[in-house]
T-cell receptor, first 111, second 115 residues
């Protein structure tokens, strides 16, 4: 099965700074690399995903990079804002229906 | 409609009670999931239904019994639970693709407390 390691477990940044979260995976079978955001007391929601035919994808202040050789993918948030405070999970599919989540990173954006 | 709706939002039940959690989606998704999430932990997969058939059971104790009456509904029947089963139970749905490379839409969850 898939093993997903996520670091760091907590991250505190000042508003306006950048944040980077990294996930390392073991199984190269899947070509899909999603990131989910879960605000306190709310549901996880997909914020960005990437497929292995590209190395980077951006969506405004959020980007995901993929290093297939080293088997890791990273979430980059630039110009962080207080509303970015949440828990972020990387995830990896195992087959058609099973999604394994990383351990999560609690991001705190301070004023 | 891109929502997955779960009821109830909160549930307190005794160890001898029987209760059910309900989940509904109208996005035409043919995969539906139950996840369990403990505080400060990631969601853990419990069950997967694909085309209304149970396709994955992650060795979940039999006191949890899933049911998929149709392509829009998913239930989780609870019986004789233990206090350690207290958690947030999340339902999710997605399209079915061979590689699972599709967004999972989550409901807001049912916060279950077993007393």
């Amino acid at each position: 099965g898939e093993n997903v390691e996520q670091h760091p477990s907590t991250l505190s940044v000042q508003e306006g700074d950048s944040a980077v979260i990294k996930c390392t995976y073991s199984d190269s079978a899947s070509n899909y690399f999603p990131w989910y955001k879960q605000e306190l007391g709310k549901r996880p929601q997909l914020i960005i995903d990437i497929r292995s035919n590209v190395g980077e994808k951006k969506d405004q202040r959020i980007a995901v990079t993929l290093n297939k050789t080293a088997k890791h993918f990273s979430l980059h948030i630039t110009e962080t804002q207080p509303e970015d405070s949440a828990v972020y999970f990387c995830a990896r599919p195992s087959g058609a229906s099973k999604l394994t989540f990383g351990t999560g990173t609690r991001l705190q954006v301070t004023l | 409609d891109t929502e997955v709706t779960q009821t109830p939002k909160h549930l307190v039940m005794g160890m001898t009670n029987k209760k059910s959690l309900k989940c509904e989606q109208h996005m035409g998704h043919r995969a539906m999931y139950w996840y369990k999430q403990k505080a400060k932990k990631p969601p853990e997969l419990m069950f997967v239904y694909s085309y209304e058939k149970l396709s994955i059971n992650e060795s979940v104790p039999s006191r949890f019994s899933p049911e998929c009456p149709n392509s829009s509904l998913l239930n989780l029947h609870l019986h004789a639970l233990q206090p350690e089963d207290s958690a947030l139970y999340l339902c999710a749905s997605s399209q079915v693709t061979p590689e699972g490379d599709t967004e999972a839409f989550f409901g807001q969850g049912t916060r279950l407390t077993v007393v």
